[in-house]
């Protein structure tokens, strides 16, 4: 038979013991969110130090494509929250309004209605106009209750948006600190990168500059032919070819410095077309291609898993693109990078 006694409350230790080790969790938690970075290890080579600095450059683009889309939203945010606030302005106008109207019915009402209206009519040496008070009464009686009904109705429409504001400003305000965030996690990636560049011996740091000054220059070998997908992906093509050799710049979209979506949103922005401004948002903004050998000059290229990475299809198995800080917009073979799917505006 089961038993039907009553659990045992907790013991006043051990709610305590529990409380403690949940405020020490969250102290914790809140000590890893705020820790500095960690240093990264001292390269043992060119070729790891290469791989190390990619790697904090690749977090680094992580980290500028989601301050792109903080960026997006609080602009966004920003002309939401405007009309909302207009909207409760105006609505309180409203309110107002009716509230002098009703008060001037009320003060109507009281000065003719303090004595009991068959007496009125008793005492009245002209009845005949005493009855049309008493209906013109009436009347304002009836506009007294369909005016206190406005008003019900225009104070629980104004509850609703300043209900909707409050909601909108406190969400900019997130987005705001998300902004902040994002902006601070890219600069501490790329500090990091640069640590371990200074690192180096002058040798070392030479010879990764010749490097990336060798493929900067290969921005001057346009591939060869290419069908474009159409008249528009053909011109924000010859509009991204026209920025070859501008610096990457997180978070920017031109019309001199880029990062990879920037220059792609920025290119189809001058061909008459907008698309999203961030990478992933991209990867969602037109008819996906998956194979390579389909691909035509013009539609964009996402790279990586996450999709935080898109250029130019350029022909040729190769891609026009704003890589990673450091560099310039140039082309590069689809193949250096990890491909997962084409995108047809």
């Known amino acids: 038979m089961a038993s039907h006694r009553r659990p045992k409350p907790a013991s006043r230790t051990r709610v305590t013991v529990l409380t403690a080790t949940a405020a020490a969790a969250v102290a914790l938690s809140a000590q890893a969110a705020n820790a500095a970075p960690a240093k990264p290890s001292k390269p043992t080579s060119v070729k790891d130090a290469k791989a190390q600095v990619d790697a904090l450059y690749t977090q680094a683009e992580q980290a500028t494509e989601k301050y792109d889309a903080a960026n997006e939203k609080l602009k966004s945010l920003q002309t939401e929250a405007g009309t909302l606030q207009d909207q409760v302005a105006r609505q309180q106008a409203h309110l107002n309004t009716l509230r002098d109207s009703l008060g001037s019915i009320a003060a109507s009402q009281y000065r003719t209605g303090g004595i009991d209206p068959s007496l009125q009519l008793f005492l009245s040496s002209n009845p005949d106009t005493y009855l049309d008070q008493a209906s013109a009464l009436d009347q304002v009686s009836s506009i007294q209750s369909s005016a206190l009904q406005q008003l019900q109705d225009a104070k629980r429409t104004l509850d609703q948006e300043r209900a909707q504001a409050t909601a909108k400003l406190t969400e900019l305000e997130s987005t705001r600190t998300e902004l902040g965030n994002r902006k601070t996690e890219a600069k501490n990636k790329l500090s990091q990168a640069q640590a371990i560049l200074n690192s180096l011996t002058a040798a070392q740091r030479a010879q990764i500059s010749q490097d990336d000054a060798r493929a900067n220059r290969s921005t001057g070998r346009a591939p060869l032919g290419g069908k474009a997908a159409s008249g528009r992906a053909a011109a924000a093509y010859a509009y991204a070819q026209s920025k070859k050799g501008k610096s990457y710049v997180y978070g920017a979209s031109g019309p001199n410095t880029f990062d990879c979506s920037g220059l792609t949103s920025w290119a189809y922005r001058q061909a008459g077309v907008t698309i999203p401004r ?30 935080h990475h898109v250029g130019l299809y350029a022909g040729d198995g190769m891609v026009l693109h704003a890589p990673k800080p450091g560099t310039v917009v140039r082309y590069e073979a689809i193949s250096d990078m990890p491909f997962q799917f084409g995108v047809r505006i």
């Open 278 to 307: 961030t990478a992933a948002e991209q990867a969602n903004a037109g008819t996906r291609i998956y194979s390579q050998s389909q691909l035509a000059v013009g539609d964009l290229v996402i790279f990586y898993g996450d999709h």
